[in-house]
């Protein structure tokens, strides 16, 4: 899109102050190495499967980044992958048992790592009746073995499962199906960097993801619905115990980044000086750490 713009004003109120013009002119600089990674990585980087390293929490790690990996030769026809890609390869999130099997088995298959949020893959189809040979974009699903690695949403644990309305809880099937990239990434995106990747310009709102309450229930049942901290035991009382994020995002919701501790502990934390606990909670807080023989730090008395 062409662009009129006049400085016509402008010039004249330059020569009226006597201003000379600067000599500055507009040029273009080299991309940091981080984004120009990210750049490609949107894309999708051909690599080795030697190259993918297993980063935090056994998630897929490529030059410091976050990835996806997965096969581009699926080997499927073109109907199977815009159609049934449930029928097609799976895509990994983590180290996992098959990647295992792949490495150990000196696999040369055309790996891609990916860091595409929208949950599509080029992938190459092939017609064995014809011999035809193209690229297609595919939705891909989740290797099970990646999801019982990580234990998403309770895959492998059930008691770490989300309720339903119903009173029960996701099956295996349920958590496979309706895994999404998106959320997934979310949950992880600022756990891969030493020093901090977030700035004003890149970095999404820091604001508490859709379904927080449910990673909070899930996390805290995790932990037996103990503080870290002190000890207590607040089953009885579950809004008492809070789940805290140690780093401050609150976009990080990897269990490396959740504390689970009573309110009292969770307001002594470093910019939680605005959380009032209400002195009817202290006191409740108080009195089921005494009941469990438990003093104020933590210790058993």
């Not at 644990?157 to 349920?174: F, I, T, V, W, Y």
Request: hydrophobic share 30%.
């Amino acid at each position: 899109m062409k662009l009129d713009l006049d400085f016509t004003e402008l010039v004249r109120l330059r020569s009226t102050m006597g201003a000379g013009q600067s000599s500055w002119t507009p040029k273009t600089g080299p991309l940091d190495p981080r984004e120009e990674i990210r750049i490609q990585l949107q894309s999708g980087i051909e690599i080795t499967l030697d190259d993918v390293t297993r980063g935090p929490g056994g998630l897929l790690s490529y030059k410091g980044e976050q990835v996806i990996l997965y096969i581009k030769d699926t080997r499927a026809d073109r109907y199977t992958l815009e159609h049934e890609p449930e029928k097609s390869r799976r895509f990994h999130v983590a180290e996992c048992e098959t990647l295992d099997t792949m490495r150990h088995a000196g696999r040369f298959e055309r790996y891609v790592v990916t860091n595409r949020m929208d949950g599509r893959f080029l992938v190459d189809w092939f017609e064995n009746d014809s011999g035809e040979r193209g690229e297609t974009e595919a939705a891909l699903k989740v290797c099970k073995n990646c999801l019982k690695a990580i234990n998403w949403r309770g895959y492998e644990q059930p008691n770490d499962r989300l309720e339903l309305e119903n009173g029960g809880s996701q099956s295996k099937a349920d958590i496979w199906r309706e895994f999404q990239i998106s959320q997934f990434l979310l949950e992880f995106s600022t756990f891969f960097h030493d020093k901090p990747s977030r700035r004003d310009t890149t970095a999404e709102p820091n604001v508490y993801v859709d379904d927080w309450a449910a990673i909070s229930k899930r996390t805290r049942r995790g932990k037996n619905w103990t503080c870290e901290a002190c000890g207590v035991n607040l089953r009885s009382v579950p809004h008492l115990l809070h789940c805290h994020h140690k780093s401050g995002v609150v976009t990080d919701n990897t269990l490396e980044n959740l504390e689970v501790l009573c309110a009292i502990d969770h307001a002594k934390q470093p910019g939680h000086g605005h959380m009032k606990v209400p002195t009817r909670d202290k006191n409740k807080i108080v009195e089921l750490r005494l009941e469990q023989s438990l003093q104020a730090g933590g210790t058993r008395s």
